[in-house]
Structures are given as structure tokens and as C-alpha cells.
């Protein structure tokens, strides 16, 4: 008998394996070294200020957004914590993230958040990558509940640091279409709900709609990918349905 079977399962105190896992990949993301412009290498998560963007397991970009308390906590709280509005709302599904993108600025690391300097600088570099996700993205749009601030201010794409979070294992176990097929339905059929109990504004809703594309083209592709209208049986003649 293995060691799992000769555990009390009430008695185990550590997380679910995907959770576990996801952990893990995520620590070793954010503490992944950087090539700071001064010639240093600190961790990519310990930057202060910051853009980062998810993709999915097509490697479409789902969600921008911007921190100036540091990306490491920023992204631990969309992922593992859980504790934003974008995953509260079901406007963000972390089962989807695949791989993360983030773009530190290392010249701000030293100001505060009050600095209308580095607050512009973060605003124009969010819009910036904000408007290339949706321009890369096939259905022209991501699951942002808000549009970027605006502004005047324009700005260069600065390096960047892109990896995956997701191991081969879960990789395996989320990546089979019809997981993701049953998965993103129940996350849209979830925000659809929060819509039904609340006054929400139009980014909601519009979320809502992009997530109801990408579903539909999922579901699609893999309609196809199986035979399409060639696949599906002729009713017999007299056959009771």
C-alpha cells in the first residue's frame, strides 16, 4: 500500500496538488532574476512598480493590469490569494492562466506612490500594453472589467519577462478541450449571475460578452476537430426520439 493510501485523508494538512502546484510555479515565476538596466539581477516579482499581463492555454492575452506595491503581491493576489475584484466577480479565472508577462520599471523603484511622474509613466505603459493585447487578440478584446486611465503620455515597451506558471503535470489535466469547454462555462455562467443580482456598469457586461465569444469558439474548434456536421448521427427511419 502506498503512502497516500495509508494516510487519514481528514488528517492531511497540506493543499490540493493543483493548488500546491500552481504555488510553487508561481514562486519560482516571481522569483525568477531579472536584468536590471544598472546591471544587477534582483527577482522579477520584487519590482515595485509594474504591468504584467496573463495568457491562456492559446496563448491569447485575458487580462492586463498595473501595480505600484509590487508585482510579486499584485499577481499572488490575483492567483493564490484570490482576493481581487476581477477573480471575486468571475471576471478572471486563474484555472485559465497558462503564462505571465511582466514588464518592470526599475527607475521608479525608489518613488512613492504619490509620484505623478511614475503614476503617468505606469498609466501610458498600461494602455500601451493593454491596446497590443487587444490587438493580438483574436476576438479583439481581453476580460478587463476597466479601460486603462487616460492620458497623453506615451511611452516605450520596456524589457519584459515572460514564463509559464503551469507544470506538465497540470498541463496535462487542464489542457484536454472539453475540461476547458466545461470550465470556462461555469465561470461564465457564474459572472452571468453576479450580472442577474447586481447593478453592474457596462465593463461587466462586456466581459460577459467576450467571455461568451470565447467559449462559443472554443466550443467550435472542437466541434470541428472532431468531424463537424459529419459527426453527428442520421435519426433512423421510424426511430422513436
Known sequence: MTELFRRDPDAV?????????LRQNLSRFLDSPFEDPAGTHPFVGNYKWGVYAFFDYDG??????????????????????????AV??????PFEV?????????????SNRTDLAAR??????????????????????????????PGDLA????????????SDRVFELRSHPD?????????????AQVISERKVQGGLRRVLLTQAKRLQWLSARRYEA???AASVAVEAEGEEV
Open 13 to 21: 494538512n497540506i493543499p490540493p496538488f493543483e493548488t500546491e502546484d
Open 60 to 85: 491569447e492575452p485575458i487580462y492586463v493590469g498595473q501595480t505600484n506595491e509590487r508585482l510579486r503581491t499584485r499577481i499572488r493576489r490575483h492567483l493564490t490569494n484570490q482576493r481581487t475584484d
Open 88 to 93: 471575486a466577480m468571475s471576471v478572471l479565472d
Open 98 to 110: 497558462f503564462e505571465i508577462e511582466v514588464w518592470p520599471l526599475p527607475q521608479f523603484q525608489d
Open 120 to 149: 503617468q509613466h505606469l498609466d501610458a505603459l498600461e494602455r500601451l500594453i493593454t491596446d497590443r493585447a487587444v490587438e493580438g487578440s483574436q476576438f479583439k478584446a481581453i476580460l478587463n472589467e476597466k479601460d486603462p486611465p
Open 155 to 166: 511611452v516605450e515597451t520596456p524589457p519584459s519577462f515572460r514564463a509559464r506558471i503551469v
Open 179 to 191: 475540461f476547458r469547454i466545461a470550465r470556462r462555462s461555469l465561470i461564465l455562467s457564474r459572472l
Open 226 to 228: 472532431l468531424g463537424g
